[in-house]
């Protein structure tokens, strides 16, 4: 039960949808590619983010000082068939805005 209220309670906010949507869309990003991108301060970005991953949609991979987000493969059916209707939703994504040099989170 407790997997199922926080995979429900992960989807009950625009901004992680919007982030999930966005992550399944461009595929793995940094931290500091998607601050750029979705126009978000580094502290309430991390918060969904670590949110997300909790919830089971997210994947996280350090490189070096870097973190790096993607979309966890194969996901479950429950989480499956939840992004495939955020899939199907009228959201208007922003392009995604990569920084050259890297970024520190």
Same mark, same amino acid.
């Given at each position: 039960?407790?997997?199922?209220?926080?995979? $429900?309670?992960?989807? /009950?906010d625009?901004? *992680?949808? %919007?982030?999930?949507?966005?992550?399944?869309? /461009?595929?793995?990003?940094?931290?500091?590619?998607?601050? /750029?991108?979705?126009?978000?301060?580094?502290?309430?970005?991390? *918060? &969904?983010?670590?949110?997300l991953?909790?919830?089971?949609?997210l *994947? $996280?991979?350090?490189?070096?000082?870097?973190?790096?987000?993607? $979309?966890?493969?194969?996901?479950?059916?429950?989480?499956s068939e939840?992004?495939?209707?955020? *899939? &199907? %939703?009228? !959201?208007?994504?922003?392009?995604?805005?990569?920084? /050259?040099?890297?970024?520190? !989170?």
């Amino acid at each position: 039960m407790d997997v199922f209220l926080k995979t $429900v309670s992960a989807l /009950n906010d625009e901004t *992680r949808v %919007l982030l999930l949507r966005f992550l399944d869309e /461009n595929g793995e990003c940094c931290v500091c590619d998607l601050q /750029n991108s979705l126009q978000m301060i580094q502290s309430r970005l991390s *918060r &969904h983010l670590k949110i997300l991953k909790d919830a089971g949609f997210l *994947r $996280v991979e350090r490189k070096g000082t870097w973190a790096y987000y993607s $979309v966890r493969m194969p996901l479950d059916r429950f989480r499956s068939e939840a992004l495939e209707e955020i *899939r &199907h %939703l009228a !959201i208007s994504l922003p392009t995604l805005q990569t920084e /050259n040099k890297g970024c520190n !989170i």
